[in-house]
């Protein structure tokens, strides 16, 4: 088990552009989340997955984002379009469904720099 | 509304000296209670976490933290800091019931040698 992990590390774009992450969760997890954190603040919940399922979208994802999750094992977040305001860390965690807040686990996050 | 309130944005302690985080919370149910730590570029470890039971919580690293439900406060504390301790500290939030978790905005801990 090597954790989760997000791909890229980093990413800088031209505004306009379209973006696209990846995250793979721990194998036996079947939750699966993700967070953006702007600079100087703590993390904040975007959406959820329950396996395939996405359960809930905060009112911060705007219809530029979209998130899947096929098959219910990794899953992707992509922004199209985007803004100099996207610029911030995107974090996914995941966790097992019972107990979910016993686990969460947390990636190391993709960096986005809209330039 | 649910929150979280870390009052101090940074903090500066000399290495081998003691220190306090504070951490308050605004949560209408039983709040589950978590420390996470987080250096430059990287992701979020847990450090600690209260659910029920004895409320001095043990975590990693040496760190401890108190439940007060009183004072509605879970402050982080450790008794002598090391350089390797500088980083930023996320006090969070959240419910039995729940899947999210809600985060204080940090205090980021600078080491002098």
């Known amino acids: 088990d090597t954790g989760v992990s997000q791909n890229p590390r980093h990413k800088i774009t031209k505004r306009g552009q379209n973006v696209t992450f990846r995250c793979d969760p721990i194998?036996?997890?079947?939750?699966l989340y993700w967070y953006r954190q702007t600079l100087g603040q703590g993390p904040e919940f975007l959406t959820y997955?329950?396996?395939?399922?996405?359960?809930?979208k905060s009112r911060l994802l705007s219809d530029r984002f979209s998130a899947e999750r096929p098959k219910g094992s990794f899953s992707t977040l992509e922004i199209q379009r985007t803004e100099q305001g996207d610029s911030a860390m995107y974090l996914c965690?995941?966790?097992?469904?019972?107990?979910?807040?016993?686990?969460?686990?947390f990636g190391s996050g993709t960096r986005l720099t809209v330039v | 509304a649910q929150s979280v309130t870390q009052p101090d944005i940074h903090i500066t302690v000399s290495e081998g000296a003691s220190l306090e985080l504070r951490c308050n919370y605004s949560?209408?149910?039983?709040?589950?209670l978590f420390w996470y730590v987080q250096s430059p570029g990287q992701g979020l470890q847990l450090l600690l976490k209260?659910?029920?039971?004895?409320?001095l919580v043990q975590g990693i690293k040496g760190f401890e933290a108190e439940f007060k439900r009183s004072q509605s406060s879970f402050n982080l504390r450790k008794p002598s800091v090391h350089w390797s301790d500088a980083a930023e500290y996320f006090c969070?939030?959240?419910?039995?019931?729940?899947?999210?978790?809600?985060f204080g905005s940090g205090t980021r801990l600078l080491v002098r040698p």
């Open positions: 209260y659910f029920s039971g004895d409320t």
């Open positions: 949560y209408g149910a039983t709040p589950y």
């Open positions: 194998s036996e997890h079947n939750r």
């Open positions: 969070a939030v959240g419910a039995r019931s729940s899947y999210k978790l809600i």
């Open positions: 965690a995941s966790s097992l469904n019972s107990g979910s807040l016993d686990g969460y686990t």
């Open positions: 997955f329950q396996n395939e399922a996405q359960l809930e």
